[in-house]
Nanobody
C-alpha cells in the first residue's frame, strides 16, 4: 500500500514562507503525477500544484508566481515551496499521487495557518 506522509505545515505570518514535503513509500517514478491539494473549512478540496512524471508542472491561478512544486527523485519526495503567503492560503494541504492504473493515493494532510 502506497503511503504518503506530509510534513512542514505550521503557523506563519502573512507574507512569510513555508515548505511542505511529501515523502512517498515507493519510487515516485511509478506515479503518473504527484500533486498538492488544499482544503479550507467549508470549502471543496482544490488542486494547488502538480508535477508529472516527465517533470511538467501546473499551478492554480491563485498561487502562480508564489508557490513552486519540486521533487527529489532520489529521496522519493515532492515539496511545495510557498512564498508570500496570504490568509486565504490557510488550509489543510494534502499530498496526492496517481499511479499508472489511475489509482489515487492521499496523505493525511498538514495544516497551514496564515495570520494576518
Amino acid at each position: 500500500q502506497v503511503q504518503l506522509v506530509e510534513s512542514g505545515g505550521g503557523l506563519v505570518q502573512a507574507g512569510g514562507s513555508l515548505r511542505l514535503s511529501c515523502a512517498a513509500s515507493e519510487n515516485i517514478f511509478r506515479f503518473n503525477a504527484m500533486a498538492w491539494y488544499r482544503q479550507a473549512p467549508g470549502q471543496q478540496r482544490e488542486l494547488v500544484a502538480d508535477i508529472t512524471r516527465g517533470g511538467n508542472t501546473n499551478y492554480a491561478d491563485s498561487v502562480k508566481g508564489r508557490f513552486t512544486i519540486s521533487r527529489d527523485i532520489g529521496k522519493n519526495t515532492v515539496s511545495l515551496h510557498m512564498n508570500s503567503l496570504k490568509p486565504e492560503d490557510a488550509a489543510v494541504y494534502y499530498c496526492n499521487a496517481v499511479d499508472v492504473y489511475y489509482n489515487s493515493y492521499w496523505g493525511q494532510g498538514t495544516q497551514v495557518t496564515v495570520s494576518s
